[in-house]
């Protein structure tokens, strides 16, 4: 499934949304989608009615698009 904000498909990167919020992947739904966590929250062990669809995520806080992290990226 294709969602419009984009994202790759096995995404297992740290996603942020259009009003700063900071989303972690959490597997994904019966039909395919990506769903995801606020960032600090632990995705392994957090119940499943805490996890977000991606279209209703991107419907509540905005497009998602990937962090970049910079240490990787060779900033200092």
């Keep these: 499934m294709t969602h419009p904000t984009h994202l790759p498909p096995e995404s297992s990167a740290l996603v942020r949304a259009a009003d700063g919020s900071r989303w972690r992947p959490a597997g994904r739904t ?3 989608e990506q ?8 995705p392994e062990t957090c119940a499943r009615w805490v996890r977000a669809r991606e279209s209703e995520l991107v419907e509540l806080v905005g497009e998602l698009t990937p962090v970049v992290d910079l240490t990787k990226a060779g900033a200092q």
């Design 30 to 32: 019966p039909t395919g």
């Design 35 to 42: 769903m995801y966590v606020l960032d600090g929250v632990d």
